[in-house]
Structure formats: structure tokens, C-alpha cells
């Protein structure tokens, strides 16, 4: 099944203790981003990757990082995690970047920082 | 840079009935593209319809339709014949040459 896929799900931590949001996708897409959302302000795009070794910094980096050493994997890391990034993370991939392709999206991880 | 704005935060519908989400977006691109997600709770992210800007006719797809007005920078979807499972937090977008931009969002309640 052509599927994006987020781990984990569900996660609470504390402030400062380093985290990765792992994603993989099975469809040979080249187009990979990452989108917070928050009650009210909808999704907001956080880095995107256009292909391999290829990374770009979309409306909210700041606290975060990613990595793109495979077509498939574009894990998202944050290194001092902090209450304000308590939120819903989605994953998402479309065949290229152009906006005519669909983005398929994982489920969603939610994450909790204390 | 793109926006696309959702001004209706909440909306509810009769079952059966038909209602209208409104979203406008401000682009400089000539070529681009406009979509409506549709979020359950469940929080899955499906595709309900999609708009060339290019075509001039409106998208349909089955209960959804969208009213595609170009000039005016409008792009709405229409659910008829409203169900309970069309309950869910719905995000217009629009991507072209850049990374796809969403709107807030509008949560349609359906009232059975």
C-alpha cells in the first residue's frame, strides 16, 4: 500500500531532551516537507526537501532539523525540544515539488514538550 | 509571498442540506494549482478536489464542486446533499512554483 508512515505517533517529553519524528514514504517520491498545526493558525510548513541532500526552510524552522540521505527517509529532529513546539507534526511527500502534484500525508505524531 | 485565507473559522450544516466554504488566495504566479483537504477526526489528511488554474471549468467530484473565479482570487467547494461524515476541519491550499500554502482551516459541523 503507497503509504507515508510517521513514528511515533504520540509522544510527551521534556524540555531539552533531543527527539527525532521519523518519516518514510514507499512511493519513489521525490518531494518531501514537514507541517506543524496548531489550533488556529492551520498548517504551517516547516522544511522541505526537493530531492536527495536537497533540504529548504519553509514558514517555521526555526528550532528544528532535517536530513535527506535517502529518497524515502526525511526524519525531523529537534535538538532542545520546547513547550512552544508542542503540537500536531505532519509528514508529507508528492512525486516532485511542483504545486500540481497531490501530497500524500502520514497520520500525524503528536507531540507533547514539558 | 502566498496566502490563502479561510474566513469562516466554524460552520455547520444541516444533514442533506448544502454548504459553502469559502477561500480566497493571493498569488503572483500565472500557473498554479488550488486544493481542499478535508481532516477528520481521525486527523488523516485526504484530498477532496483539485483546480488547474489553467481550466476555466469548475472541479467536481461527486458531492464537491468548487466555484473557481479567477479574477476575484476565489476558489469555494460546495458540499451537497451534506453527510455526517463530511464533518471535519477543512484546509484550502494553493501551490504552483512554490511550496504549497494553506489556510487556517474551517471545522464544519453537520447537524443530523
Known amino acids: 500500500e503507497a503509504q507515508v508512515t510517521q513514528n511515533p505517533r504520540y509522544l510527551i517529553t521534556v524540555t531539552g531532551k533531543k527527539l527525532t519524528v521519523t518519516c518514510s514514504q514507499n512511493m519513489n517520491h521525490e518531494y518531501m516537507s514537514w507541517y506543524r498545526q496548531d489550533p488556529g493558525l492551520g498548517l504551517r510548513q516547516i522544511y522541505y526537501?526537493?530531492?536527495?541532500?536537497?533540504?529548504d526552510k519553509g514558514d517555521v524552522p526555526e528550532g528544528y532539523k532535517v536530513s535527506r540521505k535517502e529518497k524515502r527517509n526525511f526524519p525531523l529532529i529537534l535538538e532542545s525540544p520546547s513547550p512552544n513546539q508542542t503540537s500536531l507534526y505532519f509528514c508529507?511527500?508528492?512525486?516532485?515539488?511542483?504545486?500540481?502534484?497531490?501530497?500524500?500525508f502520514g497520520a500525524g505524531s503528536r507531540l507533547t514538550v514539558l | 509571498a502566498q496566502t490563502v485565507t479561510q474566513s469562516q473559522p466554524e460552520m455547520s450544516v444541516q444533514e442533506a442540506e448544502t454548504v459553502t466554504l469559502s477561500c480566497t488566495y493571493d498569488?503572483?504566479?500565472?500557473?498554479?494549482?488550488l486544493f481542499w483537504y478535508k481532516q477528520p477526526p481521525s486527523r488523516q489528511m485526504i484530498l477532496v478536489i483539485r483546480?488547474?488554474?489553467?481550466?476555466?471549468q469548475n472541479a467536481t467530484e461527486n458531492r464537491f464542486s468548487v466555484n473557481f473565479q479567477k479574477a476575484a482570487k476565489s476558489f469555494s467547494l460546495k458540499i451537497s446533499d451534506s453527510q455526517l461524515g463530511d464533518a471535519a476541519m477543512y484546509f484550502c491550499?494553493?501551490?504552483?512554483?512554490?511550496?504549497?500554502?494553506f489556510g487556517k482551516g474551517t471545522r464544519l459541523s453537520v447537524i443530523a
Open positions: 498569488t503572483s504566479e500565472s500557473d498554479y494549482y
Open positions: 483546480q488547474e488554474a489553467y481550466k476555466q
Open positions: 526537501s526537493m530531492n536527495v541532500e536537497v533540504t
Open positions: 491550499a494553493q501551490g504552483g512554483n512554490t511550496p504549497l500554502v
Open positions: 508529507a511527500s508528492s512525486l516532485s515539488w511542483e504545486g500540481a502534484n497531490v501530497l500524500t
